[in-house]
Nanobody
Framework: QVQLVESGGGLVQAGGSLRLSCAASGKIFSIKAMGWYRQAPGKERELVARIISGGSTDYEDSVKGRFTISRDNAKNTVFLQMNSLKPEDTAVYYC???????????WGQGTQVTVSS
């Protein structure tokens, strides 16, 4: 079983920064991808950013240039540095880990990010 522990959410003013962390633990032999999704009230969950095992990254268009995803492979930890935050970034942010071996798709418990105007 794989466990994900998230941290780093909170309340920040527009233009501020936050850094999210997600550490995966358990029987993990190979990870395909680690990423962050978010869900705002009344909206569907959407991909914010992800990093593939080879190091390539994907970003949702609205966060490009403001958010940076990175990963510590030795610690199976993924980070999301969020700069120049906007009120529309307010949402619950969920960590996601796709494991190749043993195969599985795992979600964190979610962390609230609130950006005030």
């Amino acid at each position: 079983q794989v466990q994900l522990v998230e941290s780093g959410g909170g309340l920040v003013q527009a233009g501020g920064s936050l850094r999210l962390s997600c550490a995966a633990s358990g029987k993990i032999f190979s990870i395909k991808a680690m990423g962050w999704y978010r869900q705002a009230p009344g909206k569907e969950r959407e991909l914010v950013a992800r990093i593939i095992s080879g190091g390539s990254t994907d970003y949702e268009d609205s966060v490009k240039g403001r958010f940076t995803i990175s990963r510590d492979n030795a610690k199976n930890t993924v980070f999301l540095q969020m700069n120049s935050l906007k009120p529309e970034d307010t949402a619950v942010y969920y960590c996601n880990v796709q494991v190749i071996l043993p195969p599985g798709n795992y979600w964190g418990q979610g962390t609230q990010v609130t950006v005030s105007s």
